[in-house]
């Protein structure tokens, strides 16, 4: 069956610019999260959705959003974009929350200059 | 912060076990050990996870003591391939309120040929 799929996969933007990440959930998969990784911090959680509705979040500003439509599929925005922005972000799906673990995307490395 | 604690990096001879240790010795009851490796570039990869019984699958085995203070995860055969992160994360199994992974550093285990 197909994977997790995160497009685009690398994204170059400019400071201030706002962009929009897409993340497409193995089928049957209901919750999805979303993950920044950086050389500094690591892996760290921005924010998970089930069914539409937003279940966790992480410690991260405002700038940082998502939503997840009715067939799963989620997206995550960054408004304001920083150069500390540029990083990793990675998309986890699973069938209700992690029971048999995350199904992780591939990812989309931003780049903020 | 991460609950758990792993060496920052380990070496294993090609077609010999590799034995990761993690130390959590905060884990609470109703919490799983779970790993997972991140291969360089790609999204992090499941591998296992397990309360207190020690599991086993096609990829790997997870020892896990008595009072669940500590784990092992033991890759039988190491290869090249094998060459990751490896991250021990421990969470509950599922919850409504929705759960995150909190990776740690993780270690970097290089399989040598």
């Known amino acids: 069956k197909a994977g997790v799929t995160q497009t685009p996969r690398y994204l170059i933007k400019t400071r201030g610019q706002q962009v929009t990440l897409s993340c497409s959930p193995i089928?049957?998969?209901?919750?999805v999260s979303w993950y920044q990784q950086t050389p500094g911090q690591g892996l760290q959680f921005l924010f998970e959705y089930f069914s539409e509705t937003q279940r966790n979040k992480g410690n991260f500003p405002g700038r940082f959003s998502g939503r997840q439509f009715s067939n799963s599929r989620s997206e995550m925005n960054v408004s304001t974009l920083e150069l500390g922005d540029s990083a990793l972000y990675l998309c986890a799906s699973s069938l209700s929350g992690g029971v048999y673990g995350y199904t992780f995307g591939s990812g989309t490395r931003l780049t903020v200059v | 912060d991460a609950k758990t604690t792993q060496p920052t990096s380990m070496d294993c001879a090609e077609g010999r076990a590799a034995n990761l240790p993690c130390n959590h010795s905060?884990?609470?009851?109703?919490?799983?050990v779970y790993w997972y490796r991140q291969i360089h570039s790609q999204g992090p990869q499941y591998i296992i996870h397990g309360l207190k019984n020690n599991e086993t699958n096609e990829m790997a085995s997870l020892i896990i003591t008595e009072d669940r203070k500590s784990s092992t995860l033991i890759l039988p055969h190491a290869t090249l391939r094998d060459t990751a992160v490896y991250y021990c994360i421990v969470r509950v199994e599922f919850s409504n309120y929705g759960q995150n992974f909190v990776f740690g550093p993780g270690t970097r285990l290089s399989v040598l040929p």
């Open positions: 089928s049957g998969h209901r919750s």
């Open positions: 905060t884990i609470s009851g109703n919490e799983y």
